[in-house]
């Protein structure tokens, strides 16, 4: 008997068995793995990372875009493993469309947290804004785009009250939209959105003395923002160093009459009747508008005083996505619960 003829073949019977219990191990490998992930012990794991995230976010000052977005995402495997091994959500539709618009939301809040940007902007009256931040915060996913972001602040009124109470701020501004140039008016609750860019005026406002330094090698113009008015209404006062000068300037803004009397309503506004004090070393000046300076590198010429309003700017794109992703959930929700306890006919 030859060598061949020895060994045993296996029949198509038992090749089928072999077969069967390799694709059951395989079924069974992705049950028990699914499974894992819709264990209510990953559950509770995520809401402690969670919980930990938030409390190095807001106690130990943490960076907050990987800490937040990172249990978030897990939560959002952990419910999608639970929807995946219970049958009861295939069999009722409204409960599943609700716990699918529920992980949507949860990806979202991730999602934003890695692209978003908060900050703060200053832009003098007629000046464009130039796409420079005083601050910012940005998740590590973010775009990037505020660069290409430019408008111009036309000017703004603010009425306020007696007692000091701020009405609200009216800010005209115009952007170029392609070859046409827009305008609106923007205020504390009315934003202007360039890019997916929010732009909201703040509290923080106050004057700004427009210079023009001239040199040898040419001439700038430039506005220096003193600090927030009428919140430090008796700190008007500011250094700076003029561009290629070779010693800082100090300034303060005098007023020789009061802007505001906060028994009484009265209107923001550059005040007409006052005068810089400037002091270069330890020589000091007096300076009002159309008075030059000599300075060591150049001639300083003070043209006015004008005033800034201070933005602040928010960006994340998931908001359209968050809102209607939790209207379907409540949608979705209420039909569940309509069905489920709508009165029924006695003969059903």
Do not use: C
């Amino acid at each position: 008997m030859s060598a061949e003829a020895s060994i045993p073949r296996p029949n198509a019977r038992e090749a089928g068995a072999h077969a069967g219990r390799g694709k059951s191990s395989e079924v069974r490998w992705w049950t028990r793995a699914l499974a894992a992930l819709a264990s209510l012990k990953l559950t509770l794991a995520v809401i402690i990372a969670f919980a930990l995230a938030l409390t190095m976010v807001y106690l130990l000052n943490v960076e907050s875009s990987w800490p937040i977005a990172v249990p978030l995402a897990a939560f959002a495997v952990n419910l999608a493993a639970a929807v995946a091994t219970n049958g009861v959500f295939r069999r009722q539709t409204a409960l599943l469309v609700f716990h699918l618009s529920l992980i949507a939301i949860v990806l979202l809040i991730a999602a934003g947290r890695l692209t978003y940007l908060r900050g703060e902007a200053e832009v003098s009256v007629g000046a464009a804004f130039d796409g420079r931040l005083s601050s910012a915060q940005a998740g590590p996913l973010h775009p990037g785009h505020f660069s290409k972001v430019s408008f111009v602040n036309e000017g703004y009124a603010i009425e306020y009250s007696p007692g000091m109470k701020r009405d609200d701020t009216r800010n005209a501004v115009s952007w170029m939209d392609g070859e046409q140039r827009r305008q609106a008016v923007i205020g504390d609750q009315e934003p202007l959105v360039l890019r997916g860019y929010r732009f909201y005026t703040t509290h923080n406002k106050g004057f700004a003395p427009v210079f023009v330094w001239r040199t040898d090698a040419g001439s700038y113009r430039g506005t220096v923002h003193l600090p927030s008015y009428p919140g430090n209404a008796y700190s008007q006062a500011q250094q700076w160093t003029p561009p290629g000068a070779a010693v800082p300037v100090w300034i303060m803004l005098e007023l020789e009459q009061p802007v505001f009397d906060e028994r009484a309503a009265w209107t923001f506004r550059a005040p007409a009747e006052h005068k810089l004090i400037v002091r270069v070393g330890e020589e000091r000046r007096e300076l009002r508008p159309g008075d030059d300076y000599a300075l060591p590198g150049g001639a300083l010429h003070y043209q006015g005083l004008t005033t800034w309003m201070g933005y602040s700017v928010f960006y994340d794109p998931t908001l359209p996505w968050l809102l209607a992703s939790a209207l379907l959930a409540v949608a979705s929700l209420a039909w569940h619960f309509w069905r489920k306890f709508a009165a029924q006919p006695w003969d059903a």
